[in-house]
């Protein structure tokens, strides 16, 4: 929980985005915070209700965020990488007997088409938050000003996969996002994000 906290009062100090801050960690666990992240949750449907303005600014303070997390010093005990071939042998075991060979093909060809553009070797791994969905993306109207909330499940894995529910908004403001962004980029940074964003319905589907 104190390593949670260090990251909290970093991010919150150095972005220009609301932070949920710790103000005192207690003997079980529990916690009290010394603010409030104030906004609504930027669904897909008020964000397309922003101003071509706001939805700029949002952009850019998500960027902004982004780029401070990923280039954030990681720590050996922040959580490791997703297995895919967990993922694969989960769906194997409690998806595909509800399905027909066909199904069943096409999940397995959309593996191997994973398998093969995310590789370890093809990006270098970043602390991220690890669960930025828009759930998590909140919007202060009268301040025009981003919240994000969430950090538990903050892990060292590749930055595309931050970038992956963000396709929720279009591909249009996806890229946005990654024209302001900062931090590390390659060729096939935004080709893995959507491919993180299809293999999220794996996950619904595996839970």
Known sequence: ???????????????????????????????????????????????????????????????????????TQIHSSFREPRSTKTLKKEIRTYVFPKLNKREQQKILDFFELLEKHVSTDQYTRRLIHNDLHTGHLLWDEKKNKLGII??????VEDAAEDFFALWRYGKKFVELVYSFYRGSKDEQFLERSQLYFQRSSLHVMRD
């Open 1 to 71: 929980m104190q390593e949670e906290k260090n990251l909290l009062d970093h991010l919150a100090k150095n972005s220009n985005v609301q932070i949920p801050v710790i103000e005192k960690i207690f003997q079980d666990g529990s916690f009290t915070l010394n603010n409030m992240v104030k906004g609504k949750v930027l669904k897909p449907w008020r964000y397309k209700k922003l101003s071509v303005k706001n939805k700029k600014t949002f952009a850019k303070q998500l960027a902004n965020f982004l780029t401070l997390m990923h280039t």
């Open 150 to 155: 969430d950090f538990t499940d903050r892990g």
